[in-house]
Structure formats: C-alpha cells, structure tokens
C-alpha cells in the first residue's frame, strides 16, 4: 500500500485481541499507590469496596499483555478497528513536508476514545453482580461512553459532572440520559462532599476532583455500586491501548515510522492509549520517536506541577499515588476543554516522564482552538477541544518541518469530535475566548496542603 492514501483501515480479524500493559518493559517500577492511614502499600482488599477483583488484578498486573475478553470485542466491533487517516489537506494548507497521521476515536458511539475502557469495566463490574457505577465526567466523554457502555450490561450509571462543563454543554446532559445514565453537576447538595464545597464558595465551578470525591462517597455507602474512572489508573491506562496497537499495524500497511508522536493529556489515558505501544518499540529499539505531552496552560501539572504523593481527589477519599500535580484541591479556572482540566497526572505517565522517556508542553486554548479550526476546514472533522492541543503541537512540529525541510512522520490521537462543544467554537470564532493565566499563588497554596509521607 503507498503512503499517499489517506484512510489506512483494518479488518475485524485485525483487531488486537488483547491490551498491552508497559510495567515489565519500564527500567524501573513505577511506586507503589499508598493507603493513606498506613502509608502501605495498597492491597486488594484496600480497594475492594470500589472496583470488581478483575480490575484490581489489571491495576497491579506485571503481565506484558492481557486477554481481551470475547463479550468485550463484541461491542468494540461496533467501531473498532478505528481508522488511521493521512492529514494531506491540512499538510497541503501548511507548506510542510511532514507526513500527518492522525487516528480518528470520534467513530465511537460516544464519539471519543472513552468506550475503550468503559465497556470492559461495565463488563466487569456486571460479572461481579454490580448493579450501578458512579463516576465523575469533566467535558462529558466519559460520562456519555459509561452511560453507553452501563446499557449494553443491564447497569445503571450516575454521573457527577464538572458543574463548568455542565454548563457549557447542555447536549452533553441529554446524550447521557438518552443512554441511560443519570448525571448531576458537580459540586451537588447530594453528598457530604459537595456540599462542603458549596459551602464554601457556592458558585465554584466544579473540578475533576471534587466530582471524584462525590461519586466515590456514593459507591463506598452502596454494597451493589461500584466506582468507574475514566482516566489515571494503571487499568484505564491499558485499556487503551488498543489505539496504539491498531495504529502500530496501520503504519505498517504504508511502510511509515513515526518520529513524532503528539497527545493531549489530562489524566492521561488518550496519551498513554496512543504513546505505550510505541514507548514498547522505542524501548526495544525498533524506533526512535520523540512522544510529546500537550497540556492546557491553566492546568499543566507536567510541566509546572510536583512529583509527589497526592490525593486523586478533592475531599482525600482516594489512595495516594506518585504522580505530577497541582494539590488536590487545586481548581483549574474554566477552560472548555473540560476532559484535561484535571489537577494530577497518570501516576504511570508521571513516572516515564520521570525516566525521561516522554517529553510534555502546554498550550494555551486560543492557539489550539486556532489548530482546531484549521483542521477542520482542511480534514472536515471538527475536533474536541482536548485533542485540539495535540493539534497545535502537531502544526507547530510541521512548521518546523517546513523550515528545516525535514519529511518528519508525525501521528497523534483524534480522541473525539466536537460537536457537543460548538459553544466553545462559537467563543472562539466570535473572539470572545480567553486564555487564562495559570496563577502562581493558586498552585502555591494548593501545594503546601499536599499530603505527609514519610521518605
């Protein structure tokens, strides 16, 4: 197949039948998660009043590689293999000789990369005789894809949402609730922990953080409700991976080698879903990319957070975990890409950034909007505005290449269409959008609050 096609496609009997896990390969382990009363290392039994025994062995799993169960590929089937497309317009538009892959997650009925995860932990937690997930959504992907993923295995599904995002995205709340799925902004008078924060600021926007925190007090009071998250832990992370495990082959069909590889990270899951199965490669040395991190400049807890035991949530219900942060009450000022808006970094992201495996950048939302439109007047497809920061990693990479003349092959992650988010395009487009400086003090403040752990 030559290289100038632009749609590299595979067939079901192509699809990977099992989900890569990096831990074995790393030149050292990541650090333990710790119980925060003990300041142990946490056990099964630690974290079984939220999560089905067959995800906790994903989280602390040392095998190379994990089945895929067969209920699990049949509801993939609905939209897997995704298609791997060549950028030739937007190429075209800027003057680059770059070569522009991007793998395209929007084809999911949720319309982004979360179904990946959330239809095998609903079918986990279904096996177990869970009968209802809670969960937090910042943007809504992961709500709507948990909500999907809930009706395919007869659960019930509530959703804390980000109260910013949930107003900004109206068809968000309606997607979910056509779905199945019950959703409430967040902070909320419906648990102890929102209505601490209510209490303090009513009109807070809401964060990642605090939504945890609200729906993982739910599930811990019910015997037959279990906690699903989106992003950050090791099982999400591996789930994931079946991006990067299907754009390996696709590349392949065209002879093509990446040299950069660009994600938009928040939790990190998209990211670490594209990037680990090359990391594997790189670490083999069967290629050499640069893999880049691209955060939103209000909230870049890689470039500008700690490395340091946090809290996954606001109000300290969580187990603590090694990872990049901003303090666990830390709350991002309101930018419309909602799904990155998120105070501490994938604890296994954090420690290959540590080893120096990855690079990370932060964009600010104007310039990503910016790439976001221009990609969709040259590609057609109107993107979320989380992978809009890849993008504007992407076009600055292509501009250098234009520059240097270096043919370089970049790919990076789609992770989802942006067509519950035309609000934020209409800011943008009307020239009402703000970019919001990171303050200092903020990030300061929160950091001093940062959980003791002895050395």
């Given at each position: 197949?030559?290289?100038?096609?632009?749609?590299?496609?595979?067939?079901?009997?192509?699809?990977?039948?099992?989900?890569?896990?990096?831990?074995?390969?790393?030149?050292?382990?990541?650090?333990?998660?710790?119980?925060?009363?003990?300041?142990?290392?946490?056990?099964?039994?630690?974290?079984?009043?939220?999560?089905?025994?067959?995800?906790?062995?994903?989280?602390?799993?040392?095998?190379?590689?994990?089945?895929?169960?067969?209920?699990?590929?049949?509801?993939?089937?609905?939209?897997?293999?995704?298609?791997?497309?060549?950028?030739?317009r937007l190429e075209k538009a800027l003057g680059t000789p770059a070569k522009i892959y991007y793998k395209y997650e929007g084809v999911s009925p949720a319309g982004s990369h979360k179904p990946n995860t959330a239809v095998p932990q609903a079918y986990y937690n279904a096996s177990a005789g869970i009968r209802r997930l809670t969960t937090e959504t910042g943007a809504g992907q992961w709500g709507t894809a948990l909500s999907f993923a809930a009706a395919q295995f007869g659960l019930e599904c509530e959703i804390w949402q980000v109260r910013a995002s949930y107003d900004q995205k109206p068809y968000r709340k309606l997607m979910i609730e056509t779905f199945g799925g019950t959703i409430h902004p967040s902070p909320s008078e419906l648990t102890a922990a929102g209505r601490a924060v209510l209490a303090a600021d009513p009109d807070s926007p809401g964060s990642l953080g605090i939504a945890i925190s609200e729906a993982v007090e739910v599930a811990a009071q019910h015997p037959d409700t279990n906690y699903a998250l989106g992003s950050v832990l090791n099982h999400v992370l591996l789930h994931q991976t079946v991006i990067g495990e299907e754009a390996l082959?696709?590349?392949?069909?065209?002879?093509?080698?990446?040299?950069?590889?660009?994600?938009?990270?928040?939790?990190?899951?998209?990211?670490?879903?594209?990037?680990?199965?090359?990391?594997?490669?790189?670490?083999?040395?069967?290629?050499?990319?640069?893999?880049?991190?691209?955060?939103?400049?209000?909230?870049p807890s890689l470039t500008k957070g700690v490395y340091a035991y946090d809290f996954g949530d606001t109000a300290g219900m969580t187990p603590l975990m090694k990872m990049h942060t901003l303090g666990h009450d830390f709350i991002p000022d309101p930018i419309h890409a909602g799904g990155l808006r998120y105070h501490g970094m994938?604890?296994?992201?954090?420690?290959?950034?540590?080893?120096?495996?990855?690079?990370?950048?932060?964009?600010?939302?104007?310039?990503?909007?910016?790439?976001?439109?221009?990609?969709?007047?040259?590609?057609?497809?109107?993107?979320?505005?989380?992978?809009?920061?890849?993008?504007?990693?992407?076009?600055?990479?292509?501009?250098?290449?234009?520059?240097t003349g270096e043919p370089k092959v970049i790919l990076t992650a789609l992770c989802g269409h942006g067509h519950l988010d035309l609000p934020a395009y209409g800011k943008f487009l009307s020239g009402e959008m703000t970019d919001h400086a990171l303050s200092g003090e903020a990030v300061e403040a929160a950091l001093t609050r940062l959980p003791a752990v002895p050395a």
């Open positions: 197949m030559s290289d100038d096609v632009t749609k590299i496609l595979l067939s079901e009997s192509e699809m990977p039948t099992s989900w890569y896990n990096i831990v074995p390969d790393l030149p050292s382990p990541p650090p333990p998660v710790l119980h925060p009363g003990t300041m142990q290392p946490v056990g099964p039994d630690d974290l079984a009043p939220l999560f089905p025994m067959a995800i906790i062995e994903q989280e602390v799993t040392t095998e190379r590689h994990v089945t895929i169960p067969p209920e699990v590929l049949e509801v993939y089937r609905l939209w897997r293999p995704s298609p791997l497309y060549r950028a030739h082959l696709q590349l392949a069909k065209v002879g093509a080698v990446p040299d950069v590889i660009v994600g938009c990270t928040g939790g990190g899951s998209n990211f670490a879903g594209l990037a680990f199965p090359f990391l594997r490669e790189k670490l083999a040395g069967r290629m050499a990319p640069v893999i880049r991190a691209v955060e939103p400049a209000s909230c994938a604890p296994l992201i954090s420690h290959v950034y540590e080893l120096g495996l990855i690079e990370a950048v932060a964009k600010s939302q104007r310039e990503c909007f910016e790439a976001g439109v221009t990609f969709a007047r040259t590609e057609g497809i109107i993107p979320a505005p989380e992978p809009t920061h890849a993008l504007a990693a992407c076009v600055e990479e292509a501009l250098r290449c234009k520059e």
